[in-house]
């Protein structure tokens, strides 16, 4: 089966960054986009930056100018560059990865999250 592990999350000052990792492991025939997005207490899960295989990004209109989606296709694994951290930011942040599994399935799979917390 399909594993994403998150890594990265913790407690920060407003004002200060981190970089949040994604290791996807599994049998995979291709991947169609990968992204992270985020949900705090009493709010949706809402998307924060996703990419797309030929290189495509998008961002929430909350994070642009501050995040930055990358990945590393050799180690199977997509970052989250978060700097100029701000509280409203706090939040757990999950992994996602759209797939094939093979030739003729596709799915789309979660990380366990990690959490994110930006003091003032």
């Known amino acids: 089966q399909v594993e994403l592990v998150e890594s990265g999350g913790g407690l920060v000052q407003a004002g200060g960054s981190l970089t949040l990792s994604c290791v996807v492991s599994?049998?995979?025939?291709?991947?169609?986009?990968m992204g992270w997005y985020r949900q705090a207490p009493g709010n949706q899960r809402e998307l924060v930056a996703g990419?797309?295989?030929?290189?495509?990004?998008r961002y929430g209109d909350s994070v642009k100018g501050r995040f930055t989606i990358s990945r590393d296709n050799a180690k199977n694994t997509v970052y989250l560059q978060m700097n100029s951290l701000k509280p409203e930011d706090t939040a757990v942040y999950y992994c996602?990865?759209?797939?094939?599994?093979?030739?003729?399935?596709?799915?789309?799979?979660w990380g366990q999250g990690t959490q994110v917390t930006v003091s003032s």
């Open positions: 996602n990865v759209d797939a094939f599994v093979t030739r003729w399935e596709r799915n789309s799979y």
């Open positions: 599994g049998s995979i025939f291709s991947i169609n986009a």
């Open positions: 990419t797309i295989s030929s290189g495509g990004t």
